[in-house]
């Protein structure tokens, strides 16, 4: 089974510059999350959906960061315009719709802002 | 948002120690996650908790479900040079709204051939 996959694994952009990271989940996971994992600390939920719908954003910076789920599959997570405090790894998982657990982690992108 | 309390920050030992790091949370789940993070890589799931009180092991690690819901406890025997990497425990509330993870802060581990 592939995992999930990520692009790019490292992006260095300076402030007030847009960047986009991609994800594509395993095939078949209903459910969709970013993380953002900034340096010495655990991720933190920005995003969630659930197919191609949003379940939980309360937690994304809205006036900078967007994310889209088109047909349920592929998702983006932009960054417009970007922040030095925004450097981080930007994480995707996927769960299937049931199960306990069943999250898996891309390898990542990390962000630096300079 | 909200980070669960984790302990110690950062362990550094010699290999065939064993091990010993906890979570604390604010608020109750009814599942706790251990997952270990090596560089470069996503966290990847080591121990899933289901029920206070329940202690599972895989391999030589061991984990344990506080009976109040609001920690855990991740044990490592016998630890080998590949143990190296950041320990973060999560809970969750599965059949909840989301099912979103909540991390711990992490804990370092350095062990030492």
């Known amino acids: 089974e592939a995992g999930v996959a990520q692009s790019p694994r490292y992006k260095i952009i300076e402030k007030r510059q847009s960047v986009a990271f991609w994800c594509n989940p395993i095939s078949g996971h209903a459910t969709l999350y970013w993380y953002q994992q900034i340096l010495g600390q655990g991720p933190k939920l920005l995003i969630q959906f659930q197919n191609n719908g949003v379940v939980d954003d309360s937690q994304l910076p809205k006036d900078r960061f967007s994310a889209e789920r088109l047909k349920g599959v592929d998702s983006t997570l932009k960054i417009q315009p970007a922040k030095l405090e925004d450097s981080a790894v930007y994480l995707c998982?996927?769960?299937?719709?049931?199960?306990?657990?069943?999250?898996?982690f891309g390898s990542g992108t990390r962000l630096t802002v300079v | 948002g909200q980070q669960l309390n984790q302990s110690p920050q950062s362990m550094f030992i010699q290999e065939g120690e064993d091990v010993s790091m906890n979570c604390t949370s604010s608020s109750i789940f009814n599942t706790w996650l251990w997952y270990k993070q090596e560089p470069g890589e996503g966290p990847v799931l080591l121990i899933a908790l289901y029920k206070a009180g329940e202690l599972t092991s895989n391999g030589r690690l061991t984990a344990q479900f506080g009976i109040t819901r609001k920690d855990s406890f991740l044990n490592i025997s016998a630890s080998i040079p590949s143990d190296v990497g950041i320990y973060f425990c999560?809970?969750?509330?599965?059949?909840?709204?989301?099912?979103?993870?909540?991390f711990g802060t992490g804990t370092l581990l350095a062990v030492q051939p």
């Open positions: 999560a809970g969750s509330n599965y059949g909840g709204a989301t099912n979103k993870l909540i």
């Open positions: 998982a996927s769960r299937p719709l049931t199960g306990k657990n069943g999250y898996t």
